[in-house]
């Protein structure tokens, strides 16, 4: 499938990165939340920290492991894949453009350090903000994606597009959050 410019919006940012990279996005396709499986629906249509959402369905405090980040001015754009700590079991593929301007400057350096998740570095800050859901998303495994969960390409992958805003309505971050396999 080749996305058009409007299509590939549902994906920012994680477009930039496929731009980036010379990758083909993967195919995928906008769909209402009510058609996730669960536990794919419980954990991705809701306007709560999806840092605490994924901590609480897994019993466990997760960490980052980074594929690829870059800066340009105060937007930093990062894909990653969050792990659970203890295991390093994948529990999300994600790819995020945080506005560093926005923020803390204790935040921006934990951002940096490229460690913690996003949202368990603002809830430790005591930063408060809105997550918004823009898109719910069907993906067909791609092979980048599969490395990144460490599994061999098949199947079908549910992700959101989710916009993190501050109380003042300052966009902090964008993202695409995907669940694995092993969830659905």
């Known amino acids: 499938m080749t996305a ?3 299509h590939r919006a549902a994906v920012q940012p994680l477009d930039e990165f496929y731009l980036r990279q010379g990758r083909a996005l993967p195919e995928f396709t906008e769909i209402a939340g009510a058609e996730m499986p669960e536990p ?12 605490r959402t994924l901590e609480q369905f897994h019993g466990g405090a ?12 105060d937007a930093y754009w ?4 969050l792990e659970l700590d203890g295991s390093d079991r994948p529990v999300e593929f994600g790819a995020i453009k945080i506005q560093l301007g926005a923020l803390p400057e204790g935040c ?3 951002i940096l350090a490229e460690h913690l998740p ?9 930063v408060r903000y809105t997550s918004r859901p823009s898109a719910y998303l069907r993906f067909a495994m791609d092979d980048f994606i599969a490395a990144a969960f460490g599994v061999v390409r098949s199947g079908v992958l549910y992700g959101r597009q989710n916009t993190l805003r501050a109380e003042t309505g300052e966009t902090l971050a964008e993202i695409i959050e995907i669940l694995p396999l092993a969830v659905a």
């Open 118 to 126: 996003f949202g368990g570095i603002l809830n430790a800050a005591g």
């Open 4 to 6: 058009n410019v409007s």
């Open 108 to 110: 921006r350096e934990l």
């Open 40 to 51: 794919c629906r419980s954990l991705l249509v809701h306007e709560r920290d999806m840092t």
């Open 78 to 81: 990062r894909e990653s894949v």
């Open 62 to 73: 997760i960490h980052l492991r980074v594929l690829s980040s870059y800066r340009d001015g």
